[in-house]
């Protein structure tokens, strides 16, 4: 069965920086796009970034763009989200997210449990 | 600030049909782009509910329903359960932002 697993979240002062990571199971990891997505606490959701199959294609929300940078290793079946220059406003759940392909109109078919960040001094 | 927008809140009594809204523009459902549909229980990740405006995928009741018209799209619960209440989240493509797949603003539905 699909599994996405996050770590390497935690406390982090402002300015900072982490690295989270996603393993996946399950799944042939190197034919679907994969994203990151997070929630603030009480907050609804935003999405970060996300990448292409082959890590080709890239998008970042302005919110994070020129601070975060996903990629990929298709042959450790992971993906990766290396946080810098962190802000109190980054404090979220963050999700690792498969998209699903042509058969589910390319939505979030799978989600990791999430793991936190939380950004403060 | 997301360009999809949802109210809220709705609530309902066990039994009744309840209905969420996700209002966009011409620059993403309006342009025809795929509205998805996410459930989030309380404490936990998001579910997909609905794909592709309409579809539900495998172990989702068809008590659940999503349809599209114009620049709008919308969620039906019908016979809503105590299990339904939940945040609902829409989601689409909207070609005028950088990083392009948004999500709406998240209605919690409460059965009353």
């Known amino acids: 069965q699909v599994q996405l697993v996050e770590s390497g979240g935690g406390l982090v002062k402002p300015g900072g920086s982490l690295r989270l990571s996603c393993a996946a199971s399950g799944f042939t990891f190197s034919d679907y796009y994969m994203s990151w997505i997070r929630q603030a606490p ?8 996300y990448i292409s199959s082959s ?3 890239i998008y970042y929300a302005d919110s994070v763009k020129g601070r975060f940078t996903i990629s990929r290793d298709n042959a450790k079946n992971s993906l ?12 979220a759940v963050y999700y690792c997210a498969r998209t699903g392909g042509s058969g589910y109109s390319y939505a979030v078919d799978y989600w990791g449990q999430g793991t936190l960040v939380t950004v403060s001094s | 600030q997301s360009v999809l927008t949802q109210p809220p809140s ?14 966009g523009s011409s620059s993403n459902i309006g342009a025809g782009y795929d509205v ?3 459930q989030q229980l309380p404490g936990t990740a998001p579910k997909l509910l609905i794909y ?14 999503g349809s599209k018209s114009g620049t709008s799209a919308s969620l039906a619960i019908t016979g809503l359960q105590a299990e339904d209440e939940a945040d609902y989240y829409c989601q ?8 392009p797949r948004v999500f709406g603003t998240g209605t919690k539905v409460t059965v009353l």
């Open chain 2, 52 to 65: 592709g405006n309409s579809n539900r995928p495998s172990g989702v009741p068809d008590r659940f329903s």
């Open chain 2, 36 to 38: 998805h549909w996410y």
């Open chain 1, 55 to 57: 890590g080709s294609t």
């Open chain 1, 42 to 49: 009480g907050k609804g959701l935003e999405w970060v970034s």
């Open chain 1, 80 to 91: 990766y989200l290396q946080m810098n220059s962190l802000r109190a406003e980054d404090t």
């Open chain 2, 92 to 99: 689409s493509y909207d070609s005028s932002l950088s990083g």
């Open chain 2, 10 to 23: 709705v609530s309902g009594a066990p039994g009744q049909r309840v209905t969420i809204s996700c209002t």
